[in-house]
């Protein structure tokens, strides 16, 4: 039976490869989804040529997370994304001293960013006050749309969302999520205190990505994680305890 199967699999794989070069591509989204779609960007880090003890390690660049144009500044783009994406505020998952850079798709020209600043709370569970964020500075001449800071407190339950995310990073590619509010700001003794639900489909890779108002059309909170093996919705942090936080930065 498994041989049968290989084989179907197979001529299923050929007979798609066939229709592919017949039939043209996706489009990209219409309307707003698609200033959404454009804004967001996959985020590299790479570290450089090093030694360790006596043995050579080459250059590396890898994927991290999902990343958003917010505002446009003098000569280029302020980005946000999760704090927990970077070495700066998450040592004990990354290495620190990264050179960060980003890309509108999966295997697209990576441009450089700098890390202005990057927030990492020690702990989420039951920590009302847990903060992660981050934010970039795209230099650029290019233009890119901005979708600008918002407020979750300008929708309610069941309002409805978009998100653009780079789920499962270099596995797969740029992807357009929509879904809806699924709960209040969480209160303590909940293990998600200060966090809201969102329901929609993401995974690794997700994370720093914008949870963005089909009504606002603002950014009202970030994907920062999720319970693997599970069908509950994406953990996201309130825009409201974050938003002055980040549009300090360029302006100190």
Known sequence: MRRLLSLAAAIVLFAAGVLS??????????????????????????????????????AQTHFLCTVTSYEKV??????????????????????????????DNIGTEKTPVVLLKAVMSDKMDNNKDYLDYAVYYMPTSRSFPVIPLGDENDVEIGSDTVDVNFSLGEKMTKQLAKGYVASEVAQVPSVMAGMMLVTQFDSHGASGSSIVSEKTHKIIGLVIGGYDGTTTPTIVIPMSKIKALVQAVHKS
């Open 74 to 103: 003098d000569g280029g783009y302020m980005l946000i994304g999760a704090g927990h994406c970077t070495g700066e505020a998450n040592s004990d998952d990354l290495p620190k001293g990264m050179s960060y850079s980003v890309s």
């Open 21 to 58: 070069s017949e039939l043209r591509s996706v489009k990209r989204p219409h309307g707003f989804d698609n200033e959404v779609y454009s804004a967001s960007m996959a985020l590299y880090g790479s570290l450089p040529a090093h030694m360790e003890g006596v043995m050579p390690v080459p």
